[in-house]
T-cell receptor, first 115, second 112 residues
């Protein structure tokens, strides 16, 4: 089956630094990747949608300059949290589809803690 | 109109019992309704999904019941086991967008 690998699974960083999270589709080409943010005991909140080779589309209220998304190839998308602050601490999850719009596969998530 | 309402927020079921989680939607353009299971610290995993052209889909102990006229769908977990303890999310997809719309989640605890 389709597998999406997300790395790292957890990261602790100091306030003001930047953190990069990678999302890779291991056995399929991901035409579209999605990035979500999840707070404890809450649902997944879509942050942005990225298509290979084009700029990401951000959801309303998501700061595009703070959450930089790059989808440079059909198997890799990255989310960079720039100048991270404690309020950015959250669980970040990516997902990918291979063209068939119903074929969503989720990564295992990244726990970001900003101290 | 893009919301998917999910209930209950939490559920406690005895081992061997039936767990039932309900969802409702407004957008009639939705044409795909998946359920996801999420364990703590992990991403969601697809459990079972249904299209609106059928009223029920069963996979093992998991069944989706779909009521198109009421715009409601539900997940039934038969013979619930402690290993089923997780958070369950319903979702919907359709129309002009390929964005999954998630419900608010149900925390299920199956007591041994």
């Amino acid at each position: 089956g389709a597998v999406v690998s997300q790395h790292p699974s957890w990261v602790i960083c100091k306030s003001g630094t930047s953190v990069k999270i990678e999302c890779r589709s291991l056995d399929f080409q991901a035409t579209t990747m999605f990035w979500y943010r999840q707070f404890p005991k809450q649902s997944l909140m879509l942050m942005a949608t990225s298509n290979e080779g084009s700029k990401a589309t951000y959801e309303q209220g998501v700061e595009k300059d703070k959450f930089l998304i790059n989808h440079a190839s059909l198997t890799l998308s990255t989310l960079t949290v720039t100048s991270a602050h404690p309020e950015d601490s959250s669980f970040y999850i990516c997902s990918a589809i291979s063209g068939a719009r119903y074929g969503y596969t989720f990564g295992s998530g990244t726990r970001l803690t900003v101290v | 109109q893009q919301q998917v309402k999910q209930s209950p927020q939490s559920l406690i079921v005895q081992k061997g019992g039936i767990s039932i989680i309900n969802c409702a939607y407004e957008n009639t353009a939705f044409d795909y309704f998946p359920w996801y299971q999420q364990f703590p610290g992990k991403g969601p995993a697809l459990l079972i999904a249904i299209r609106p052209d059928v009223s029920e889909k069963k996979e093992g102990r998991f069944t989706i019941s779909f009521n198109k006229s009421a715009k409601q769908f539900s997940l039934h977990i038969m013979d619930s086991q402690p290993g089923d303890s997780a958070t369950y999310f319903c979702a919907a997809l359709g129309g002009a967008t390929n964005k999954l719309i998630f419900g608010t989640g149900t925390l299920l605890a199956v007591q041994p």
